[in-house]
């Protein structure tokens, strides 16, 4: 085993939510080495034609990460982990935090063609899947973001990749509606934390009546104009927010969830043309992430 790659007891905790069947009844062959390989790109961000020959044809792991990008599949396999874990009571639901960060995109990610990408095996096309590409220019040039949900533990819930100059606001019931962690014994799967905490950034009455409605006791300042705003508008501008210093400490959790993911330069910097592979890349990081927990 290499610097890099799966250890044993990583494996041991992944093989079982792999896919085994291909096709018209094949089997996926090399799935460690593959995998290993699709770890290698998202750690240095090298050109996948420039895969180390130790991980077989650069085209085979390209193809299986473009595949299950494409078809959910990146998605069902962190999920089955994150069930694994709640079963295991290895989730902190007590405090999630939600923040964003943005990702610098190469000049090789722009020039997409503005044809729907073909999703094998699936009818539809996933949230994943956008015609903007997740695409935006701003005087650095081209950026993405990445909307963030992280637990306690340092392990992102669910995230949302967005054109970078897309504001936070309104992007946190979209990201909050996306946490979904079944359950092994069955039943509904956990959506709803037990405390939210974030930034001035989240904070708004849309976004405040949709905490209260699914009864998510949150965390988030006032801006000082907001707070002039109720003031000035006396009973009607209702009662002021509670605002907890010592669990709006805990928002660190969530900036350090996103340093932990940008360690993954494919994921700091963005190379893929398509939304989806790009949302697969940052999938696979977090797969990552929850196999070291």
Not at 222 to 247: I, L, V, W, Y
Not at 255 to 260: D, G, P, V
Request: with cysteine; proline share 6%; glycine share 8%.
């Amino acid at each position: 085993m290499r610097r890099g790659d799966l250890s044993d007891t990583e494996w041991t905790r992944l093989e079982p939510h792999l896919p085994k069947i291909v096709g018209r009844g094949g089997r996926w062959k090399s799935h460690r080495r593959v995998l290993n390989g699709i770890l290698f790109r998202q750690r240095t961000g090298i050109p996948w034609r420039d895969l180390p020959p130790r991980f077989g044809k650069w085209k085979t792991v390209y193809d299986r990460h473009r595949r299950w990008s494409a078809d959910g599949t990146w998605e069902r396999i962190l999920q089955a982990l994150q069930a694994d874990a709640d079963a295991e009571g290895r989730i902190d639901w007590s405090m999630v935090s939600v923040d964003s960060t943005s990702c610098r995109a190469h000049q090789h990610a722009s020039g997409a063609r503005r044809t729907a990408p073909r999703v094998p095996g699936r009818h539809g096309r996933p949230a994943q899947h956008r015609p903007d590409e997740a695409l935006g220019r701003s005087r650095g040039g081209l950026t993405c973001k990445i909307h963030l949900v992280s637990e306690g533990r340092l392990r992102p819930l669910a995230f949302l990749v967005t054109p970078g100059q897309w504001g936070d606001s309104p992007q946190l019931i979209p990201v909050l509606e996306r946490v979904r962690v079944p359950r092994l014994s069955g039943g509904r799967p956990r959506t709803r934390p037990d405390h939210l905490g974030g930034d001035k950034a989240y904070s708004s009455r849309r976004n405040r009546r949709y905490l209260r409605r699914r009864q998510i006791k949150h965390t988030i300042p006032e801006p000082k104009d907001q707070r002039a705003n109720r003031r000035r508008r006396g009973s009607n501008g209702g009662r002021p927010t509670a605002f907890d210093k010592d669990r709006y400490r805990r928002r660190n959790e969530v900036e350090r969830t996103i340093n932990a993911l940008k360690t993954f330069r494919a994921v700091a910097t963005r190379y893929d043309k398509r939304a989806y592979v790009f949302h697969g890349t940052v999938t696979t990081a977090a797969i990552r992430l929850w196999l070291r927990a």
